[in-house]
């Protein structure tokens, strides 16, 4: 006997993934439904080789499914995840409404699989935020070994993270470039984002950083270790999926760059590609549609007594939302519900 899911916020783009990806590594679902707003009522949608078409989100009754994925923004989720998780059936939410709350597990499986019973608090648990996600995976196996200190990260995010209106504007603003007779419009983002980069995602906060790099400070934190220091610098790029980080850490204990390569290697959910020549690194085009996080230009920095840094590349779409939901939504039915 398999699970009853739900898909919410289907015809999204992450919603679209999640459905892929459940199809991909064949989740053990007797039902999947897709769900959206009445707007895209009867929309169709991929799951493997079938066809489905959405329900009305509005409407629809949760009594009898035992997880729910949503990707639908916090404003929705802040009204229908209750509704689910009411009925008994596990929200796996996409957004970052509950990612800061302290009886609700955030969780990257690969990371801190335990704080799975979490989710009994609420019957809720939270996905983290894109750049976070992979950048975690990356860190703990080296945390585990050496204890980090402080990390400084500086993100390039591609624009598939502000969703298809980020997508289309990239789009829409590299063929007006081309075309001196059509103005190129800035909507989505604060300036150009076309063959230009923008160092500001979300909004701005009191100490001058923007509210993505105060999420990857908290959610660092909380999955990882609370006493680990982090500092980070979010840069949208024209880059249409896939987001890099440069990543610089400081390790109470000495660390070899060859260690830590060794390290990475074997640990859950990387690939490490690292080659000191031309090309021998992974790019963002490159890590599209795949499930790893993939680490390249591994070396130490010698301006500080334990220091390393290396380069980290992920399908944000992928392991940065929908494929981490999935893998949420395996490790609850293994650890938890058993069911399949």
């Known amino acids: 006997m398999g699970y009853r899911v739900a898909v919410v916020g289907a015809t999204g783009n992450v919603g679209r993934e999640m459905l892929n990806i459940l199809a991909e590594r064949q989740f053990p679902a007797d039902e999947v439904v897709a769900l959206a707003s009445r707007k895209s009522l009867g ?16 409407t629809f009754d949760f009594t009898g499914f035992d997880m729910a994925l949503f990707a639908i923004g916090s404003g929705p989720t802040k009204e229908y995840a209750p509704k689910a998780a009411k009925a008994g059936c596990v929200v796996i939410d996409n957004s970052s409404l509950y990612r800061y709350e302290p009886d609700i597990p955030l969780i990257v499986p690969e990371v801190n699989p335990d704080a799975i019973e979490g989710y009994k608090n ?16 990356a860190l703990k196996p080296l945390h585990d070994r050496a204890k980090i200190k402080r990390v400084v990260v500086s993100t390039y995010q591609s624009v598939s993270g502000a969703g298809k209106g980020g997508i289309d504007e990239l789009w829409d603003q590299t063929k007006a470039i081309y075309n001196p007779t059509v103005d190129v419009e800035v909507k989505q983002f604060q300036k150009q984002i076309a063959f230009n980069v923008i160092p500001h995602i979300d909004v701005f906060m009191e100490d001058g950083s923007t509210k993505e790099e105060w999420k990857m400070v908290a959610e660092t934190k909380k999955i990882v ?9 979010c840069v949208r790029v024209p880059v249409f999926v896939g987001h890099s980080e440069a990543v610089n850490i400081e ?6 760059e060859d260690e830590a390569r060794d390290i990475l290697r074997e640990a859950p959910g990387i690939m490490v590609v690292d080659k000191r020549e031309d090309g021998g690194y992974t790019t963002p085009i490159e890590c599209v549609g795949d499930f790893a996080t993939f680490i390249s230009r591994i070396r130490q920095d010698s301006t500080i007594e334990n220091g390393l ?20 939504a395996e490790l609850l039915g293994n650890r938890v519900l058993k069911k399949g």
């Open 122 to 137: 609420r019957n809720i648990i939270a996905n983290p935020n894109c750049s976070t996600a992979q950048m975690v995976v």
């Open 225 to 233: 270790d609370t006493s680990i220091k982090v500092t980070a610098t």
């Open 251 to 256: 390790t109470e204990e000495f660390l070899d």
């Open 43 to 58: 929309t169709e949608v991929s799951y493997g080789d079938k066809t489905l078409k959405t329900k009305d989100l509005d």
């Open 309 to 328: 840094n290396f380069w980290c590349v992920s399908d944000n779409l992928r392991k940065g939302a929908a494929l981490n939901a999935v893998q949420i």
